[in-house]
Each structure stands twice: as structure tokens, then as C-alpha cells.
């Protein structure tokens, strides 16, 4: 098992950065591929990009690919995205997750408390 939890949100202004990252408890981080998801207030969590054990493989929706990056250091155990070029559309609550296995856009099973991003136009 695995507990995760997120930090680095905040509030940015339309065209600003915000790195978010995502520390996780727990001796097998290494073995589970890491998720960011969002939520917006009246919408679905959706996916936003994904990598997998080793750093090597990374999956990204359409809209934040060429934005975003996600990367991971095993050695601290942790997970982060690098939001660039922010839309005020990327405002919601960000998730970190974590799965065991195959590098996916859905089924994880532990999940973070969430944090905060808004962007201003």
C-alpha cells in the first residue's frame, strides 16, 4: 500500500507555471507506475498524464501534451508535473495516483487528498 500526498498548487496567472509534486510513503514506490488526474468544479476527474516505474514510458491527454511534463525520482519518492503555458481551463483539483503494473489512463488504486490550481485570465 501506498499513501501519497500532493503540493505545489496555487494560484498562477494565464500563461504562468506551477511545478506540482506528489510524495509517497511506502518502501515500493518504484513499483508502481504514478498518474496525475484533475477535476473541475461540475466536470469528471479526467487523466492528465502518467509515467511508469521506471521514467522511461509517459502518457499525456491532448490537452496538456506540449505543456506538461511528468517525471519522477525514485530516490526521494516522488512524482511531479511541470504545468507550463497555463490556460485558465487547467484550473481544478489535481490528483496523484499510483497503480500497480502497466502504464494506463485509468484503473489506480491509491490516490491522493488533491491540491488546488487555478489560472486567472
Known amino acids: 500500500q501506498v499513501q501519497l500526498v500532493e503540493s505545489g498548487g496555487g494560484l498562477v496567472q494565464a500563461g504562468g507555471s506551477l511545478r506540482l509534486s506528489c510524495a509517497a510513503s511506502?518502501?515500493?514506490?518504484?513499483?508502481?507506475?504514478m498518474g496525475w488526474f484533475r477535476q473541475a468544479p461540475g466536470k469528471e476527474r479526467e487523466f492528465v498524464a502518467a509515467?511508469?516505474?521506471?521514467?522511461?514510458?509517459?502518457l499525456y491527454a491532448d490537452s496538456v501534451k506540449g505543456r506538461f511534463t511528468i517525471s519522477r525520482d525514485n530516490a526521494k519518492n516522488t512524482v511531479y508535473l511541470q504545468m507550463n503555458s497555463l490556460k485558465p481551463e487547467d484550473t481544478a483539483v489535481y490528483y496523484c495516483?499510483?497503480?500497480?503494473?502497466?502504464?494506463?489512463?485509468?484503473?489506480?488504486?491509491?490516490w491522493g487528498q488533491g491540491t488546488q490550481v487555478t489560472v486567472s485570465s
Open positions: 495516483a499510483a497503480k500497480m503494473g502497466a502504464l494506463l489512463r485509468t484503473k489506480y488504486d491509491y
Open positions: 511506502g518502501r515500493t514506490f518504484s513499483s508502481y507506475a
Open positions: 509515467v511508469n516505474w521506471s521514467g522511461s514510458n509517459t
